[in-house]
């Protein structure tokens, strides 16, 4: 994050787009199943795709192959190496558990037999629960401020050029929430689980000391990936509620509530490393 920055499973919601607002194309090529490139626009903070972006492509790979009915319940993606733009990619999915109601699929993203990143996902089937009146919330939100009415930020990769950052728009909320919608598809019939990841993986930047001036680290990447889903996103703004904690040692974490105009519909976790 640079310094200065405030289904073939359930029938999951599309990633939704405003039709006028659209600037590109996808900003993933599936070439064929199992085959990828991340174009420009994919690029992170640092080397290399961002994370949510790497960690889309697995997902979308998973739910491509899960059973019918199940939808995504959690995600952890381990980050290991910077993943190349413009370059073939290639994603594995390999089944670990496919049961009644839990179904868990692992992958791996590779790159000249280089292994680059790998994930877990849990996919569940949802039944009706009787014994619940309604939805429950032990920590209900409070009514999000409209997108709408936030001005956009303009936000510049250190590296400088073309970047993720481009196309999601960013907007700022009083509360501290930071709003994001998608101006480009993510990738062609992403689900609305897929394209919440990127957003996500921002959320360790979004609170870090030092806003909104320099951060007191030369880097501070993620090198992991948690998100959790309640229900589907819905609608075209995803918003993340950040919280980090950095420690003198050189380790922190980030972590935050996921939200969108209908209140919370999940989760995000990621360890920190930083970097002198």
């Not at 922190?252 to 360890?271: E, I, K, P, T, W």
Request: with cysteine; aromatic share 6%.
């Amino acid at each position: 994050m640079p310094a200065g920055l405030l289904a073939a499973t359930l029938k999951a919601p599309a990633m939704i787009i405003p039709p006028a607002d659209a600037v590109a194309g996808p900003l993933l090529e599936r070439l064929e199943p199992g085959h990828w490139r991340a174009g420009g626009l994919a690029r992170g903070p640092f080397a290399g795709a961002q994370g949510g972006v790497v960690a889309a492509m697995m997902a979308a790979e998973i739910e491509a192959v899960a059973p019918a009915g199940f939808r995504p319940l959690a995600l952890r993606a381990d980050l290991l190496k910077p993943v190349p733009l413009d370059t073939p990619l290639r994603v594995q999915v390999m089944p670990v558990q496919a049961g009644r109601r839990v179904a868990v699929f692992d992958a791996v993203l590779e790159t000249d037999g280089q292994l680059k990143a790998r994930c877990t996902m849990t996919l569940a089937s949802e039944v009706e629960m009787p014994g619940l009146a309604a939805d429950y919330a032990s920590d209900p939100l409070p009514p999000a401020a409209d997108p709408e009415s936030l001005p956009p930020r303009s936000v510049r990769p250190p590296q400088g050029g073309a970047w993720l950052m481009d196309v999601l728009q960013p907007r700022l909320a009083p509360d501290g929430s930071v709003w994001f919608r998608w101006q480009a598809p993510l990738l062609l019939g992403a689900s609305a689980f897929t394209a919440a990841l990127a957003p996500a993986d921002f959320a360790h930047g979004l609170a870090r000391p030092g806003l909104p001036g320099p951060a007191p680290a030369a880097g501070f990447p993620n090198p992991d990936l948690t998100v959790h889903f309640a229900r589907a996103p819905r609608g075209p703004w995803i918003g993340v509620r950040p919280a980090a904690r950095w420690r003198r040692s050189g380790l922190g974490l980030g972590y935050g509530g996921l939200l969108d105009l209908d209140g919370s519909f999940g989760r995000v976790a990621m360890g920190v490393v930083l970097i002198p």
